[in-house]
T-cell receptor, first 114, second 112 residues
Framework: SQKIEQNSEALNIQEGKTATLTCNYT??????LQWYRQDPGRGPVFLLL?????KEKRKERLKVTFDTTLKQSLFHITASQPADSATYLC?????????????FGTGTRLQVFP | DTGVSQDPRHKITKRGQNVTFRCDPI?????LYWYRQTLGQGPEFLTY????????KSRLLSDRFSAERPKGSFSTLEIQRTEQGDSAMYLC??????????FGPGTRLTVL
């Protein structure tokens, strides 16, 4: 069966440390993978997109890696801040005819303590 | 604010009633998506429009659910004969082309 797995447990880290979140998938061949941030009661907000032929993407304190052999993406937040506390969702593009149909993981809740 | 807007933000209804939600995408975004999200889960794809054409619909979507985008701008999602299992956050997103999707704040539905 097709599955997308993210750390189900909340991730608690201290301010200033690097947070690493994992997204594993099975039985998909996505053209690209996206990461979103979601705060309670709000819609997801796009963070980064990485294509299947890219190994790594960076944006400010964020870094994403994508290993299509391992079927895994890692999402890093360096120098984390309490304002980074949120749920982070990975999403795979599994659409036909470029519909950009996204399949989301369950998300990982990150808590950054001062 | 030129982001995606959804109306209403909250809806409480009794089982068996019909409800309709509206989504106004970012102008000039020709792609529009509906998702449903329950507590502790990620958004679940429901349906997709390119302009006014509904190009994909989830097999999970029962025939009580219908969506329209009559002029290729705003969209409506209707749920007929609501059931308690329909209680969820209904999210709308839009996109100008492939890739990043811009989400609205969602409509939280509670079916009593």
């Amino acid at each position: 069966s097709q599955k997308i797995e993210q750390n189900s447990e909340a991730l608690n880290i201290q301010e200033g440390k690097t947070a690493t979140l994992t997204c594993n998938y099975t039985n998909y061949s996505p053209a690209y993978l996206q990461w979103y941030r979601q705060d309670p009661g709000r819609g997801p907000v796009f963070l980064l997109l990485i294509r299947e032929n890219e190994k790594e993407k960076r944006k400010e304190r964020l870094k994403v890696t994508f290993d299509t052999t391992l079927k895994q993406s890692l999402f890093h937040i360096t120098a984390s801040q309490p304002a980074d506390s949120a749920t982070y969702l990975c999403a795979l593009d599994v659409g036909r005819l470029n519909t950009d149909k996204l399949i989301f993981g369950t998300g990982t809740r990150l808590q950054v303590f001062p | 604010d030129t982001g995606v807007s959804q109306d209403p933000r909250h809806k409480i209804t009794k089982r068996g009633q019909n409800v309709t939600f509206r989504c106004d995408p970012i102008s000039e975004h020709n792609r529009l998506y509906w998702y449903r999200q329950t507590l502790g889960q990620g958004p679940e794809f429901l349906t997709y429009f390119q302009n006014e054409a509904q190009l994909e619909k989830s097999r999970l979507l029962s025939d009580r659910f219908s969506a329209e985008r009559p002029k290729g701008s705003f969209s409506t999602l209707e749920i007929q004969r609501t059931e308690q299992g329909d209680s969820a956050m209904y999210l709308c997103a839009s996109s100008p082309k492939g890739g990043e999707q811009f989400f609205g704040p969602g409509t939280r539905l509670t079916v009593l």
